[in-house]
């Protein structure tokens, strides 16, 4: 799992990740990880929809994104469930 040092960091490649997926047209899936991403307040209730965010977009967006954007958004979910069950 790649280890993110921060949350800064991990919400830095997060925002690049969806600006990337935008630019390559999935508009979609990038305004509902964007949704998930704005409930981030700190607690564990804002994480949880951020990961059921994501995870709607992952089976929905697999046509639409490149191969690479796809295991970036599965490896940022692997640290976001991370979080949430900690």
């Not at 969806?18 to 509902?32: F, H, I, N, P, T």
């Not at 949880?48 to 295991?71: D, F, H, N, S, Y």
Request: charged letters at 35%; one cysteine or more.
């Amino acid at each position: 799992m790649k280890d993110f040092k921060s949350n800064e960091e991990f919400f830095a490649a997060f925002r690049d990740l969806v600006s990337r997926m935008e630019r390559g047209g999935a508009r979609d899936a990038a305004s509902l990880l964007r949704e998930g991403f704005a409930c981030l307040n700190g607690l564990t209730d804002g994480w949880v929809v951020l990961m059921e965010a994501m995870e709607k977009v992952i089976p929905a967006c697999q046509g639409q994104i490149t191969g690479e954007e796809l295991r970036d958004l599965k490896e940022m979910l692997r640290v976001v469930r991370k979080t949430v069950y900690r």
